[in-house]
């Protein structure tokens, strides 16, 4: 079963993808990767959010940053967006994944800050205690 699907909106995010992924291999957390745009491709990324089985998403995108916001608005299942520095230092991607409208809730970590997703996904998996 996969606990957690890292998605990238481009190939570009590689840099902040990596920094989620090593953490979660040094833990040993089962994870999927993909690149899924929600501009260029979002049959294809609605069609992966119905058909995966993971318990947390971790959406890493710059720019517009609609990528988190897309799959909050498509699951009931938590998302943590992870903004990216491509332009304006990232705050525009930060302004948009921070600001969803009310009934789309995403968490969002910050600028480049893919360890602290990786660290906020595995404490959303601890057990309640």
Request: glycine share 8%; charged share 25%.
């Amino acid at each position: 079963m996969t606990e957690i699907a890292v998605i990238s909106g481009s190939k570009s995010d590689r840099p902040v993808v990596e920094k989620v992924l090593r953490i979660l291999e040094e833990r040993g957390i089962d994870y999927d990767e993909r690149i899924l745009s929600a501009h260029r491709n979002p049959e294809e990324l609605e069609r992966y959010i119905e058909g995966t089985d993971a318990k947390i998403f971790i959406a890493v995108a710059g720019l517009s940053a609609a990528l988190p916001g897309f799959i909050a608005s498509r699951t009931e299942r938590p998302v943590i967006g992870v903004p990216v520095s491509a332009k304006l230092g990232g705050l525009d991607a930060l302004l948009a994944i921070s600001q969803m409208p009310p009934g789309v809730p995403v968490a969002c970590v910050g600028i480049d800050s893919g360890e602290n997703a990786a660290l906020l996904a595995l404490r959303m998996l601890l057990p309640k205690r």
